[in-house]
């Protein structure tokens, strides 16, 4: 199983950049798939997961708006597109994997079944 991020980087408060998580090694359609966060000194936050077999999204109430989730099941990859950049959304972002239909659990985080390896965005002010 592997969950493979790219795309993070640095950039301009106000600026965009585009996250991708492609999976392999399990059945896409049965996970709910997305995106957590840590920044330097806090904890660990969910951000945004989108359930392709029933099309159900999630949003942190800080992402809403500027976030967007969506998912190429042809290519089993995720994407997070990020505009409006804030610096306080400076933090590791991690692709993530839990084996429910539908995201009412990706708000609590507790029930991850896989993890990438994080990709680093930062958001200069």
């Known amino acids: 199983v592997q969950l493979v991020e790219s795309g993070g980087g640095l950039v301009q408060a106000g600026g965009s950049l585009r996250l991708s998580c492609a999976a392999s090694g399990f059945t896409f359609d049965d996970y709910a798939i997305g995106w957590f966060r840590q920044a330097p000194g806090k904890e660990r936050e969910a951000v945004s997961c989108?359930?392709?077999?029933?099309?159900?999204?999630y949003y942190a109430d800080s992402v809403k708006g500027r976030f967007t989730i969506s998912s190429d099941n042809a290519k089993n990859t995720v994407y997070l597109q990020m505009n409006s950049l804030k610096p306080e959304d400076t933090a590791v972002y991690y692709c993530a994997a839990m084996a429910l239909r539908g995201c009412y659990a990706w708000e609590g985080g507790g029930e991850v079944d896989y993890w990438g390896q994080g990709t680093h965005v930062t958001v200069s002010s």
């Open positions: 989108i359930s392709s077999s029933d099309g159900d999204t």
